[in-house]
């Protein structure tokens, strides 16, 4: 990835920052009801395991009035305490093209699982929300599961 952060600053995945770290990148929009529900859990998670070396970047795909004037990501971020990375994709319509290595997509949100060896490990598709009971569980559950295995893993390769 290679996008802008609110400030205009491009991030990329081969800045020295994400080096030997777990790194989840995260697709997301400001528009979507269930990254809505994943964005507080995300906040948390990041929170729990910066330390240990975990890294988040949400790729957020945004309708075009809001790549100008982001107000309402402004608003998400604020509202679900996200202390991560935060980049603007581009307009929603464009997330197929600019993900190119993304191949069959089309889940909104998506998390990509990248290892300390900067290799995706594995990605999961979509988000429940916590009204769907067990299934949100059982998601929550796999995630910080794939996390503490990543983290837990040495640092064998770098890429």
Same mark, same amino acid.
């Given at each position: 990835?290679?996008? !802008?952060?609110?400030?205009?600053? %491009?991030?990329?995945?081969?800045? !020295?920052?994400?080096?030997?770290?777990?790194?989840?990148?995260?697709?997301?929009?400001? $528009?979507?009801?269930?990254?809505? *529900? #994943?964005?507080?859990?995300?906040?948390?998670?990041?929170?729990?395991?910066?330390?240990?070396?975990?890294?988040? %970047?949400?790729?957020?795909?945004? #309708?075009? *009035?809001?790549?100008?004037?982001?107000?309402?990501?402004?608003?998400?971020?604020?509202?679900? =305490?996200?202390?991560?990375?935060?980049?603007? =994709?581009?307009?929603?319509?464009?997330?197929?093209?600019?993900?190119?290595?993304?191949?069959?997509? *089309?889940? $909104?949100? /998506?998390?990509?699982?990248? =290892?300390?060896? =900067?290799? %995706?490990?594995? %990605?999961?598709?979509?988000?429940?929300?916590?009204?769907?009971?067990?299934?949100?569980?059982? *998601?929550?559950?796999?995630?910080?599961?794939?996390?503490?295995?990543?983290?837990? #893993?040495?640092? /064998?390769?770098?890429?």
């Amino acid at each position: 990835f290679s996008f !802008p952060d609110l400030a205009g600053k %491009v991030v990329s995945n081969t800045d !020295p920052r994400f080096r030997g770290k777990v790194v989840l990148i995260n697709i997301t929009g400001s $528009w979507c009801p269930n990254c809505h *529900d #994943e964005a507080p859990f995300l906040a948390e998670v990041y929170k729990k395991y910066r330390s240990q070396g975990l890294e988040i %970047v949400a790729l957020s795909f945004e #309708e075009e *009035d809001q790549l100008a004037n982001p107000m309402r990501l402004k608003a998400f971020i604020k509202e679900y =305490g996200i202390a991560y990375t935060v980049l603007l =994709g581009g307009e929603t319509s464009t997330a197929k093209e600019k993900l190119t290595q993304a191949a069959n997509w *089309d889940a $909104w949100p /998506t998390t990509f699982f990248v =290892g300390r060896d =900067g290799l %995706v490990k594995t %990605v999961h598709a979509g988000f429940p929300s916590p009204g769907s009971g067990e299934l949100y569980q059982r *998601d929550k559950q796999e995630f910080i599961t794939t996390v503490e295995r990543l983290l837990a #893993e040495n640092q /064998t390769s770098r890429k």
